[in-house]
Every structure is written in structure tokens, then in C-alpha cells.
């Protein structure tokens, strides 16, 4: 369980959330949907909650296990193999190496009372394996991987060599695997989720949504998938961004909904009504305070005026919005980057070869292929931030390339928002680059912010306004839809409609294809090049 009390949340010198009392409580069965706008304070409030950050004011107190998934996990040794990292949830990584080491010793150990010691030390181990689960826990473990579409081979492989998507379902896997309710698991787990359906499949996320539905702890999630949001929560706690609260609805999220709307109604109406009578009392007011006699009656009819408006609840006013728009591509010839025979390995692991690609001007390409196929890998190879172990990358006439990274390798997370547009456009006017950052909604004190401390929608933002500042023609795009909320994705896949460059894109948003309106796909791993059809929209939720 988890009480957070007179919770107030900052992000520098804004306050994003204050919540008086124990309103925000945690208990099982609960499955809470933390909504809001993006730069609401969601990401940050979970943080808080997960014991990953400390509040501006109040205490937060949990009791019992914890599964923590943040939007971009840090998983540290990245030489471990995924199928212990997901084993490491429960000790049982740690156990099966130690079982192995007193297994050699018995082997090799010529000394009898070496030998007894190894043995007597591998029954101790074998009994607490047996008590964890054992080796019916490693099967359970790879079937929640399997389920979150992370094959055998994907286990038995180091993390380094695992694409950004891959590493982020070993880290769902592990803390669902530490919460699942058999062999050994904690059902009794407070499970913090944010965005967990990023980098799934629909198969995937039909079947996190069961698991989630069943799960006996608590749970909160901060999520943009709305049919996971309607089929999960039973509790919704609404942020709200301009008056710096968290509404809390005890309820689902369709019932949610339909309860916000007409609180939102009930607002405006009353306000309507408050106007229409504080109107009155000051015109009467006006009348009266000409008349020296009549003046204390003045003033008190306009401080009755002022005490209707100020008794009144807060009526939401639209979300501001990022004027978000992709750069006036710079001149370039006609073919501004060629790749030659491309080839990608990580130890023996081979992840493609021999890939072709030719991207003309203003040609708009989207790359598929299963989770693990590199498709992430090509772009980073194109953008030159890694090198392929074979082919070359073959720039024309006048190329400028712009990098968006799914995992926002971009952003210098330990530099403020400021310093980041610097760096991204050290030729630019201040002026000018204070200006961009207004319409992507980063204004006044944002501006010196630790870009670590920004949200995952606040990161795309600030890494999208890097590139409208990069006058790029070749765009590389890596799952820029991820982590929006919905206004601000339709802004994006707006921006792709109407820009005039070249783009290369990757992604699980059939909307974003939608919008590219492409003219070709790359089938990795095999690099094969085929004309865009409709049919491709089925394989992107798939892939």
C-alpha cells in the first residue's frame, strides 16, 4: 500500500501538483489511471510515489513489494543476459550462479571435506531455489517474456545487444514476474506502470491487459492507450495542469468521463450564472459610489461581487497546446543519403547485412520488422551515432539530417531545457531559439529545468524543437508518436503530412503511416525494399 499526505509536487519553481490530506492512497484492488496532459506532473508524481524522487512538501509512505516501471528504464549491467535480469526480480539469478559454483567445486574438489562443504552448500541453495519456485519460476518467467513477445533466443542474449524496445519489455517482464501470483511471485505487489504498452505488439498488450485486470495489488498507470485505460482501472485521478490538483473519480474510465464532462459543465454554468450576478452588483455599485452617502453600500455590494467569483471551482480552460512543425528542409541534390550494404552484429549475434537504401528527396519510407530485426539499430547507423560493421553510408549534395531517438539518446538528461536548443542550434539568435521553445511550450522557468526531470511527452517535445532548428531534409524518426497525448500526437502527425523533406520512418502508430502517406518500406532484418500498400498498416501494431 502507499499513502502519499499533503503532497506537493514542483518541477523547478512550477508546482505541478498539490494534493492536501491522504488523498492519494494506494490499496489493493485498486487500479488507478494517473491522467492529464502532458507536463501535468504525471511522470513525476509516479516517480515520487515509486520512491524515486522526493516531493517539494508531504511524505509519501509505502508498505509491501513494489514494481516500478519508468517510461526510460536505466537497467545498469548491460553485459547481464535478459533471462537473468528477469530471473534477478526474485534473487533466483544470484542463486542458479552460486548452485553452478558449488556444482564445479564438487566435481573438481579432490579434498573430501572441500567436497562435503560444496555439497552441503548446494542443498542450502537448491532448498531456497525450491522455495522461490525454482525451476518451475524459470518457466514461468519465460512465459510472461514469450507473452510480451520476447522469444528464447532474446533470453539467452546480453542486454547491449538488445534493441531500446527489447531492454524495455525485459524490464515489464521482470517487474511482472516479481508480481505474478504463482511460484513464488508476490500477488500483493503494488505495481507503478508507466506507459507499459510502448514497444508491444497487440498481441502483447491483449495480453497485459488480462494480466493487469487480474492482478490482486494495487496499481497505477499513466497510460495514452485509452482501450487499455477502459478495460483495466476501476479508480481515475485526473491532474489537472492549470490548476495544479489532482481531481480523484472513484469510478472507470468511461463512467470517468462522462463524471469529468459534466463537472466541466457544472463549472461553466455556474460561472455563467456568478458573472450574470457580479455584473449586476457592480453596475449597481457604480451607481452608488457617485453618491457620497451611498458609498459604504458601494463597497459592499462590489465586495460581494468579488466573493461570488472567488467562491467559485476552477473552470478548465482548453490545454495549451505545442505548435509543433517539422524544419523547411535545406537545398540537397537529388539523392541526399545512400546506404551500401549495411551490417549490423553484436558478438555472433548477427542483426542484418547487406542492406541497401537509397533516400531521394522528399521520399518518405517507413522501415518494418519484428521487435529485434534493428530497425532502431538502421536508424542510428544512418544518423551516424553508431557505425555498421560493414557497408558505408554515402551522404549527397547538401545533406542535413535530424535525429528523433526513441529513447531520447538526444537530450543531455543533466543539461537544463536551455542548454539542450543550444546545443542542437549553437548558430541560431537567442531571440529566435527562445521563441521555438515558447511554441513547443517551454517557457519562463522551464527554460532552466534539468532535462531529467521532464516527462516523457516534455522530452519529445524539447527533442522535436531540436529539429525544427536543424533546417534537416533527411528526418529520422524513431516512435515520435510514443508517449503524447492525443492532442499533441495529432500535432505531430500533422507536421508529417505537411512537411516537404525526406523521412525515414519507424513505428507501432498506423496513424503515423497514416500521415507519412509513404512511398516505400524496408522489411528488415533482409533489407528488402517493396512499394507501400495498405496491407503494411496490419503488420505495424504487429511488429
Not at 487499455?228 to 469510478?251: H, Q, S, T
Not at 460581494?304 to 537545398?331: C, G, H, Q, S, Y
Not at 511550450?441 to 531540436?466: N, Y
Amino acid at each position: 500500500m502507499i499513502t502519499a499526505t499533503d503532497l506537493e509536487v514542483r518541477a523547478g519553481v512550477r508546482t505541478l501538483l498539490t494534493a492536501p490530506g491522504s488523498a492519494l492512497r494506494i490499496q489493493a484492488g485498486d487500479r488507478i489511471g494517473l491522467v492529464g496532459r502532458n507536463g501535468a506532473g504525471k511522470t513525476t508524481t509516479l516517480r515520487i510515489l515509486a520512491g524515486e524522487g522526493e516531493p517539494y512538501a508531504g511524505a509519501v509512505v509505502r508498505t509491501g513489494d513494489l514494481g516500478y516501471l519508468p517510461q526510460d528504464p536505466k537497467e545498469g549491467d548491460l553485459e547481464v543476459l535478459a533471462k537473468d535480469r528477469v530471473l534477478s526480480a526474485r534473487g533466483l539469478d544470484e542463486i542458479l550462479r552460486r548452485m553452478e559454483k558449488q556444482q564445479a567445486l564438487m566435481a573438481e574438489a579432490v579434498d573430501e571435506t572441500v567436497r562435503d562443504r560444496a555439497v552441503r552448500k548446494y542443498g542450502s541453495l537448491e532448498e531456497r531455489f525450491s522455495q522461490l519456485g525454482g525451476y518451475v519460476a524459470e518457466s514461468e518467467a519465460a512465459r510472461i517474456c514469450h507473452s510480451l513477445g520476447l522469444p528464447d533466443r532474446v533470453l539467452g542474449q546480453a542486454l547491449h545487444t538488445l534493441s531500446g524496445g527489447q531492454r524495455r519489455r525485459v524490464e515489464l517482464a521482470r517487474i511482472l514476474f516479481a508480481a505474478s501470483d504463482g511460484s513464488g511471485g508476490k500477488s500483493d505487489t503494488t505495481l507503478l506502470l508507466d506507459e507499459p504498452t510502448n514497444h508491444l505488439d497487440a498481441d502483447s498488450i491483449t495480453w497485459l491487459r488480462g494480466f493487469l485486470q487480474n492482478h490482486d495489488g494495487g496499481l497505477v498507470v499513466i497510460s495514452h492507450d485509452v482501450d487499455l485505460l477502459a478495460d483495466v482501472v476501476n479508480k481515475v485521478w485526473f491532474l489537472d495542469a492549470v490548476r495544479g490538483e489532482a481531481d480523484i473519480y472513484n469510478m472507470g474510465w468511461k463512467k470517468y468521463l462522462d463524471a469529468r464532462a459534466t463537472d466541466e459543465a457544472r463549472r461553466k454554468r455556474e460561472r455563467a450564472n456568478a458573472e450574470k450576478k457580479a455584473g449586476a452588483l457592480r453596475a449597481q455599485a457604480a451607481k452608488l459610489g457617485a453618491k457620497a452617502t451611498k458609498a459604504t453600500a458601494a463597497q459592499n455590494m462590489a465586495k460581494r461581487a468579488d466573493k461570488l467569483m472567488n467562491d467559485l471551482d476552477e473552470v478548465r480552460v482548453a490545454d495549451k497546446t505545442a505548435k509543433i512543425r517539422f524544419p523547411t528542409p535545406a537545398a540537397c541534390g537529388k539523392t541526399p543519403l545512400m546506404a551500401r550494404e549495411l551490417t549490423k552484429v553484436y558478438g555472433s549475434l548477427e542483426i542484418f547485412t547487406g542492406v541497401d537504401l537509397a533516400i531521394d528527396r522528399g521520399s518518405r519510407v517507413v522501415v518494418l520488422g519484428l521487435n529485434g530485426a534493428g530497425k532502431t539499430t538502421l536508424l542510428r547507423l544512418l544518423a551516424g551515432t553508431e557505425k555498421p560493421d560493414l557497408g558505408e553510408l554515402v551522404p549527397g549534395h547538401g545533406l542535413k539530417v535530424g535525429y528523433f531517438a526513441q529513447e531520447h539518446d538526444t537530450i543531455d538528461d543533466t543539461a537544463s531545457v536551455w542548454e539542450n536548443i543550444r546545443h542542437a542550434a549553437p548558430d541560431a539568435g537567442e531571440q529566435d531559439l527562445r521563441g521555438l521553445l515558447g511554441a513547443f511550450m517551454f517557457t519562463g522557468p522551464q527554460l532552466d529545468q534539468p532535462a531529467g526531470t521532464l516527462s516523457g511527452g516534455e522530452k519529445t517535445r524539447l527533442a522535436l524543437a531540436g529539429l525544427v532548428s536543424s533546417a534537416a531534409n533527411v528526418l529520422l524518426l524513431d516512435e515520435p508518436t510514443n508517449n503524447l497525448d492525443p492532442i499533441s500526437r495529432e500535432q505531430v502527425l500533422d507536421a508529417l503530412r505537411s512537411y516537404e523533406g525526406a523521412v525515414v520512418l519507424v513505428t507501432h502508430d498506423p496513424g503515423a503511416a497514416e500521415a507519412l502517406d509513404p512511398e516505400r518500406v524496408i522489411l528488415l532484418p533482409d533489407g528488402t525494399e517493396d512499394h507501400w500498400s495498405q496491407d503494411y498498416l496490419d503488420l505495424i501494431s504487429l511488429a
